[in-house]
């Protein structure tokens, strides 16, 4: 299984990107899906969370300026995100917990997305 993340990149403060990320490989089906980030010498935190069935929940500081979704027919989870500021610069890890075709389930990671916000 491999979760591929696009859509990083550098944006001036209170633009927009969009992120993306698709597991692949042996996968039936997937239940939770989250985005996190992880700043320089700070610890990762968790940026939002979307359950199966659209159930999401967010970080304070990124209510209201971020959106998590997903299509669970591609196995992809998305991170719109708007307003940006320049503490939302960090690389950005999705994860996922696959179910795999033997019935079980395992929490991969995306490789990280480096999102950079100049003020």
């Known amino acids: 299984v491999q979760l591929v993340e696009t859509g990083g990149g550098l944006v001036q403060a209170g633009g927009s990107l969009r992120l993306s990320c698709v597991a692949s490989?042996?996968?039936?089906?997937?239940?939770?899906m989250e985005w996190y980030r992880q700043a320089p010498g700070k610890q990762r935190e968790r940026v939002a969370t979307?359950?199966?069935?659209?159930?999401?929940n967010y970080l304070r500081s990124v209510e209201g300026r971020f959106i998590i979704s997903r299509d669970n027919a591609k196995n992809t989870v998305y991170l719109q995100m708007s307003s940006l500021r320049t503490e939302d610069t960090a690389v950005y890890y999705c994860?996922?917990?696959?179910?795999?075709?033997?019935?079980?389930?395992?929490?991969?990671w995306g490789q990280g997305s480096q999102v950079t916000v100049s003020s």
């Open positions: 979307i359950e199966r069935g659209g159930n999401t």
């Open positions: 490989g042996d996968v039936f089906g997937v239940n939770e």
């Open positions: 994860r996922a917990d696959v179910i795999q075709s033997a019935n079980y389930e395992y929490a991969y």
